[in-house]
């Protein structure tokens, strides 16, 4: 499920320890992906500036992140 970012922030302080999937891309412009799960729902979202990330969030970085539409 495709959220706007600040709605993402919200499920990751939903989450204890959120595991996120991350990745910068762009060629013109920076944009970074960030990919997470709750209650067995994916959740992604495209920001144009780095999220905070809670302080417990276990980060994985990968090259990019799709994710079919």
Same mark, same amino acid.
């Given at each position: 499920? @495709?959220?706007?970012?600040?709605?993402? =922030?919200? *499920?990751?302080? @939903?989450?204890?320890?959120?595991? $996120?999937?991350?990745?910068?891309?762009?060629? %013109?412009?920076?944009?970074?992906?960030?990919?997470?799960?709750?209650?067995? $729902?994916?959740? %992604?979202?495209?920001? @144009?500036?780095?999220?905070?990330?809670?302080?417990?969030?276990?980060? $994985?970085?990968?090259?990019? *992140?799709? *994710?079919? =539409?």
């Amino acid at each position: 499920m @495709r959220l706007e970012p600040p709605e993402f =922030a919200k *499920i990751l302080r @939903r989450n204890a320890q959120p595991l $996120v999937v991350y990745a910068e891309v762009g060629i %013109f412009g920076r944009k970074y992906q960030y990919l997470t799960s709750y209650k067995g $729902v994916a959740f %992604f979202t495209v920001s @144009r500036e780095a999220l905070p990330l809670p302080a417990d969030t276990e980060l $994985v970085t990968a090259r990019r *992140i799709w *994710i079919p =539409a």
